[in-house]
């Protein structure tokens, strides 16, 4: 008798992830470079250290805090409170500042409440059952409510120079690079990989795809979402270090305004999907590195101020239109 093999037929697995560069990474390389090369011809001392350090430095804190604003949108959430824990984590450590403590110890008490913070958030979403757009509207209103208690109708003054290490200066370069844009770059790779390495990454994915489902594969839901905002809120902590250190001797009440809206400005437009389930903390760099290139170089140019907030608009609506479009296609194969 004769056996015949037949041909097994295997079939191709959906990608889960994206690929480690994303086509959208490289569109946003290709954007920002075009707008640094316009920038340069048109103000030649754009792409002097003078004004790249800076911008870097400006970019660290919105990166940062974007990276788990990516994880958390990942998951199918938001958190509209950043900029209001901001508000929060940032005056409390000014004003110990003010009193002689370290920078050292004034950086592990910024993390702790924002971890705080972010804990509220987690807790609230994660075991309330309620959607995190309300949570987080209201948890915005109360920390913004905390931060002018704590001011007191006051500015911070007197702040010293403890945070220089992350600020403009030379102490707060090494070859050149900013140490607060370092930092932020080294926490995106940590990021990057365990999103894609870990099983514990890929569940924040699983999360956002189908949470039903999710939790039927074994995946701790609850546990998974809490880390999420909590993560949220210990970069907010550390990011709020760097807001900082980019200000001068005076810590006013505006600090931590509008930082919400870049930061997921930043997120959507580094390609991660508002609708959860895929997204890439690299992507977020991007996107917070193009956000403050417009920014800046508007400023440079001489332009209105309002400018900036539409062609970041404009970024908004592409990269959301975009992903639509991306979405419907799945589902029409």
Not at 231 to 249: D, E, H, Y
């Amino acid at each position: 008798m004769t056996v015949t093999d037949e041909p097994v037929t295997v079939r191709a697995r959906n990608r889960i992830l994206p690929a480690p560069v994303t086509g959208q990474e490289l569109v946003l390389i290709g954007v920002i470079a075009v707008i640094w090369v316009i920038l340069a011809f048109r103000t030649p001392a754009f792409l002097t250290a003078g004004s790249i350090q800076p911008l870097l430095v400006a970019t660290a804190p919105i990166a940062l805090v974007g990276v788990g604003m990516t994880i958390v949108i990942i998951t199918g959430g938001i958190d509209v409170s950043v900029g209001g824990a901001i508000m929060v984590c940032s005056v409390l450590t000014a004003k110990q500042l003010v009193a002689g403590l370290s920078a050292p110890v004034a950086v592990l008490l910024a993390i702790a409440v924002g971890g705080v913070l972010g804990l509220v958030n987690g807790l609230l979403i994660a075991y309330g059952r309620v959607h995190a757009i309300i949570i987080t509207f209201g948890t915005a209103n109360l920390f913004l409510f905390l931060g002018l208690q704590l001011f007191g109708s006051r500015t911070v003054n007197g702040i010293p120079p403890t945070f220089e290490i992350f600020g403009r200066g030379d102490e707060g370069r090494t070859l050149g690079v900013p140490h607060a844009f370092a930092i932020t770059v080294l926490i995106t790779v940590l990021a990057w990989w365990y999103l894609r390495h870990t099983a514990g990454g890929r569940h924040f994915y699983a999360i956002g795809g189908d949470a039903h489902a999710a939790r039927l594969a074994g995946v701790r839901v609850q546990r998974r979402v809490l880390l999420a905002y909590l993560l949220t809120g210990l970069l907010v902590g550390l990011g709020s270090c760097f807001v900082i250190a980019q200000g001068t001797s005076t810590l006013d009440q505006s600090v931590g305004a509008g930082k919400e809206l870049a930061v997921i400005a930043a997120v959507v437009i580094g390609g991660t999907s508002i609708m959860g389930g895929r997204g890439s903390v690299l992507g977020t760099l991007l996107g917070a590195l193009l956000v403050q290139s417009v920014t800046s170089g508007v400023t440079q140019l001489g332009w209105s101020s309002q400018l900036s907030d539409l062609f970041v608009g404009v970024f908004i609506v592409v990269a959301v239109g975009t992903d639509l479009l991306r979405a419907r296609t799945r589902r029409t194969r």
